[in-house]
């Protein structure tokens, strides 16, 4: 008979097992302060925190977590925003009812007494089995709920102080094909931003607050088997396609995963929405390449990677939302979602967004780069071998960088060595 029992190891009582993780915690030492984590503009969705671990094949793992003890942790961690879709707090019998009035107000009751603000709010339209063929489906009645929605969306945002709304419009698509039309079904996807956008600019005259932000967050596959507006790049082409009434008021939410997902390069796909000006909101998160959404917290996975989307970002003065949107692992407790997973996330983020300020800072980085800008002597005429010459040798700094930055990562550029 097999032995699972080690007799040198001695088992950890149910009792000690949170006093093990938090013991443990603070032997990993580099925790920033509450005040510090509140300083950037990080926000916490509700959805995160109260992700119960059940995924297509997995039940849940963990318990309930309502606003009230979302928004507390929240506060406690010093993560000062929070995020939520409408049926994370309303039951979708209840949306647009007296009842979503009180929740709303114990929402605000919450943020007000946590030190904590609601930065975006954002309508599902892809959980309730209103939206099996997507809140843009033939019936016009899904169409008409679907604008009733996302206008009641919005103006709960403005009720809670949002600057942002998000829309994933992840059941845009179909499983089988040729009974959807793609260019009808994009045109009346674009009916209900169009109304989000008209009750939005009714909705801030009242309140004599500036519109939102409304943000487009594209997902490569999942949950419809064909995606119609796939990437931020198939959205960015949506927004200027002439549909919207309102172009200027929409812009993109990308989340680092769903572009890495696809295969893209994020920090490109990146590079292309600051350069539409349309680089508004930003889901932080990590994963592996062309695999389903894992939503693995900031950094665990492709941490280079993440210090070079930052040192862009930081570079060309991004000054949006950095959105937790991930999902702590269902090995993690209740007890663990806040001990360790948001402390970490914010933790890790708050590192490389200071590692990415080293890297713009760095005399060696600074000098190469000015190199490779300034180039090898000039060369008479249009002789491409003579170019090639003269800059040939210069080229080795794009290796020589990559090699710094790990440095920077790894720390080895503050004098760690390896010795035999
Ligand atoms: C995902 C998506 C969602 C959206 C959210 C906002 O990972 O499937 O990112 O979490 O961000 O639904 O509308
Ligand atoms: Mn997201
Ligand atoms: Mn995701």
Redesign the pocket.
């Known amino acids: 008979m097999a032995v699972y029992h080690d007799k040198s190891m001695n088992p950890v009582p149910v009792t000690q097992q949170q006093s093990l993780v938090e013991r443990l915690m603070k032997a990993c030492g580099g925790s920033y302060s509450p005040a510090t984590r509140r300083k950037y503009y990080i926000s916490g969705?509700q959805?995160a925190a109260a992700y119960q671990g059940q995924a297509l094949f997995h039940a849940p793992t963990r318990a309930e977590v309502g606003y009230e003890e979302a928004i507390r942790q929240y506060g406690r961690i010093g993560i000062a925003h929070w995020a939520t879709?409408d049926t994370d707090v309303i039951p979708t019998e209840a949306i647009g009812t007296d009842r979503q009035a009180e929740i709303v107000a114990g929402i605000k009751k919450a943020l007000a007494d946590n030190g904590v603000a609601c930065s975006m709010v954002?309508?599902?339209t892809?959980h309730h089995a209103v939206w099996s063929a997507s809140p843009a489906a033939e019936s016009p009645q899904v169409r008409e709920y679907a604008a009733f929605r996302v206008s009641n969306t919005v103006r709960v945002g403005h009720e809670l102080g949002a600057e942002f709304a998000?829309?994933?419009p992840?059941s845009l698509g179909y499983y089988v094909q040729g009974a959807v039309e793609e260019t009808q079904t994009l045109k009346w996807y674009a009916e209900a931003m169009n109304a989000a956008c008209e009750t939005d600019i009714e909705t801030a005259a009242k309140y004599g607050r500036p519109t939102l932000k409304h943000c487009m967050?594209a997902?490569p596959f999942?949950p419809q088997a064909e995606i119609l507006l796939p990437t931020s790049d198939a959205m960015l082409a949506w927004i200027g396609s002439g549909l919207l009434k309102h172009p200027e008021m929409v812009g993109l939410?990308p989340?680092y995963?769903?572009e890495l997902m696809w295969g893209a390069a994020p920090r490109a796909a990146l590079a292309r929405a600051l350069l539409a000006g349309k680089l508004w909101h930003f889901?932080i998160?990590d994963g592996y390449r062309l695999k389903h959404?894992v939503?693995i917290a900031v950094g665990l996975v492709n941490p280079l990677d993440w210090l070079n989307v930052l040192v862009l970002l930081r570079s060309h003065g991004y000054n949006g939302p950095f959105?937790l949107?991930y999902k702590p692992p269902r090995t993690t407790s209740n007890h663990g979602v806040f001990a360790v997973s948001f402390p970490t996330a914010v933790d890790r983020f708050i590192t490389l967004w200071e590692m990415a300020g080293e890297v713009m800072e760095d005399p060696i980085i600074k000098e190469a780069t000015d190199a490779l800008k300034a180039g090898g002597p000039a060369v008479s005429g249009h002789d491409a071998v003579a170019i090639f010459e003269a800059n040939k040798e210069l080229l080795t700094l794009h290796e020589l960088i990559a090699h710094r930055l790990v440095q920077i990562l790894l720390g080895l550029h503050r004098g760690r060595v390896y010795s035999v």
């Open positions: 969705p959805w879709h954002t309508t599902e892809f998000v829309y994933w992840g967050e997902k999942e939410n989340e995963l769903h889901d998160n959404d939503d959105n949107d």
